[in-house]
């Protein structure tokens, strides 16, 4: 618990964690949307759609506090004291983030530093992006043929830790028939790949890369997790993407690509792009 005097006085607004979903607005739940209507004050995330945002009571208060990989952030402990200072004021503070607040959004560090503040603080589920994704590509993560579950996992370790072990997690994914969704994973895909074959993970199994998933920029690729890190150079995929690897991502339905892209490597590129 904080030791600043501003923290120990009783709390009077409200706190409540908004999962946006993967940017189009239509996939908002009606519980979040309602949230972001009543919110005198909203923390958004960089990945947040301007459409969602756009929600907000004309008065509200919108604070941009945007986290991106690779990229310049707010620091989550700037973020928290923030929070805490709005309730303290009496604020309906709303912390908006993209996707869920519970799949590698920081939402569980957010809750804890709150309750340890003794803020209550109340979290809306967003539709995660590894869902949307592949989703979007007319494909399941979870097929009883294929897929007997799946894995959501972050491609980005905290620092000073030493991440995820891609081989006993090659081996698992091989021998459960599990779906691997990757976050984050964009920077680190040619040694996850490595990896990932080197425990046992054929090379030829299938991988998607989704690229703004859901809105209407997205781009993406079918590919094997051999040729993954080369695919995400030849079609100049970035952040923010997720990553699916698995035997369900032949489920892409063949209507979902152009005529033209049904080759090795398939690439749709959608909205402009």
């Not at 509200?60 to 945007?66: C, E, P, S």
Request: some cysteine; glycine content about 12%.
């Amino acid at each position: 618990m904080s030791t600043d005097a501003t923290f120990t006085l009783p709390a009077t607004g409200r706190c409540t964690l908004v999962g946006a979903g993967p940017g189009d607005p239509e996939l908002l739940t009606l519980k979040a949307l309602k949230a972001i209507q009543a919110a005198t004050v909203l923390l958004v995330d960089d990945l947040v759609s301007p459409a969602i945002v756009a929600h907000a009571a004309p008065t509200a208060r919108i604070i941009d506090v945007g986290k991106r990989g690779g990229c310049k952030s707010t620091p989550q402990a700037f973020i928290e004291k923030l929070m805490l200072l709005a309730v303290r004021e009496g604020e309906n503070v709303v912390r908006l983030k993209g996707g869920d607040p519970f799949i590698f959004g920081r939402g569980g560090e957010e809750v804890e530093h709150l309750r340890a503040a003794g803020v209550e603080v109340q979290v809306i589920n967003g539709i995660t992006a590894g869902l949307a994704g592949l989703t979007a590509l007319g494909a399941p993560l979870t097929h009883r043929d294929h897929a007997h579950g799946v894995v959501f996992i972050t491609g980005h370790a905290k620092p000073g830790d030493a991440g995820t072990d891609w081989r006993q997690l090659a081996a698992t994914a091989q021998a459960a028939k599990l779906t691997l969704v990757v976050y984050m994973g964009v920077s680190g895909a040619a040694d996850m790949a490595q990896e990932l074959q080197a425990g046992g993970l054929p090379g030829d199994t299938p991988a998607a890369i989704i690229q703004h998933a859901s809105l209407p920029q997205q781009r993406h690729a079918i590919t094997t997790l051999a040729q993954l890190p080369s695919t995400l150079a030849d079609e100049a995929l970035g952040s923010p993407s997720v990553l699916v690897i698995g035997d369900v991502v032949r489920g892409v339905a063949a209507w979902a690509l152009p005529a033209d892209a049904m080759q090795t490597v398939a690439l749709r590129r959608c909205g402009g792009c």
